[in-house]
Nanobody, 114 residues
Framework: QVQLQESGPGLVKPSQTLSVTCAVS???????????YNWLRQPSGKELEWIGY???????AYNPSLESRTVISRDTSKNQYTLQLMSVTIEDTAVYYC??????WGQGAQVIEN
C-alpha cells in the first residue's frame, strides 16, 4: 500500500526558504502509473491551494501565482520529492500537503512563518 508522509521544519523565518519533503513508501516515484506528485497548502480558515506538481519524468509545473519562488524536485534514490518556497512571508503559513493525483494524500505538515 502506497503512503505519503510529509516532513518539514515547523517554523520558518520571514525571507527564508521553506523546504518540505514528501516521502513515498510502498511504491516508486518513477513507476507504477501515470502519476503526478502534487503539493498543496491550506492556510487556517482558507481554501486549499494547489502549488505545483512533478510528474513521472521529473517535469514540474507550478501555480502561476507562486511560480517565481517555487521549486519542486525529487530524489529518486530516497523515493521522495521536495517543495522549496523562497522568500516566505506570514502569508505562507499553512498546512502543506503532498498528494498523488489528488487521490492519495499525506497527513500534512504545519509550517509557520514566524
Amino acid at each position: 500500500q502506497v503512503q505519503l508522509q510529509e516532513s518539514g521544519p515547523g517554523l520558518v523565518k520571514p525571507s527564508q526558504t521553506l523546504s518540505v519533503t514528501c516521502a513515498v513508501s510502498g511504491g516508486s516515484v518513477t513507476a507504477g502509473g501515470n502519476y503526478y506528485y502534487n503539493w498543496l497548502r491550506q492556510p487556517s480558515g482558507k481554501e486549499l491551494e494547489w502549488i505545483g506538481y512533478i510528474d513521472m519524468s521529473g517535469n514540474a509545473a507550478y501555480n502561476p501565482s507562486l511560480e517565481s519562488r517555487t521549486v519542486i524536485s525529487r530524489d529518486t534514490s530516497k523515493n521522495q520529492y521536495t517543495l522549496q518556497l523562497m522568500s516566505v512571508t506570514i502569508e505562507d503559513t499553512a498546512v502543506y500537503y503532498c498528494s498523488r493525483n489528488f487521490g492519495l494524500w499525506g497527513q500534512g505538515a504545519q509550517v509557520i512563518e514566524n
